[in-house]
Nanobody, 118 residues
């Protein structure tokens, strides 16, 4: 069974930074589009950013310039560097993997909670 394991969440003040990590099996990391989603209380899960096998990145508008997604194939890890955090960034952040950019998600992690205080 494929496991994606997130870490790095926590409590941070507005304006602060956090780096999330997602550990994934090497074969998954090298053959899938890896992404980060988030789900705030009472809201639907939404895409934050994703990165393709060749390193192309895509961000949603509300995190552009603040968040950076990256992958380290040698460490089998995908990262989400989050800077200039805002209270509205508070959510559970999930790592994801899918075969193609517009295909359905094949694998989800269990999530890591990020809380940004004002």
């Amino acid at each position: 069974q494929v496991q994606l394991v997130e870490s790095g969440g926590g409590l941070v003040q507005a304006g602060g930074s956090l780096r999330l990590s997602c550990a994934a099996p090497g074969i998954i990391l090298s053959t899938n589009v890896m992404g980060w989603y988030r789900q705030a209380p009472g809201k639907q899960r939404e895409l934050v950013a994703d990165i393709t096998r060749d390193g192309s990145r895509r961000y949603v508008e509300f995190v552009k310039g603040r968040f950076t997604i990256s992958r380290d194939n040698a460490k089998n890890t995908v990262y989400l560097q989050m800077n200039s955090l805002k209270p509205e960034d508070t959510a559970v952040y999930y790592c994801s993997a899918r075969r193609y950019l517009y295909s359905s998600i094949d694998y989800w992690g269990k999530g890591t909670l990020v809380t940004v205080s004002s």
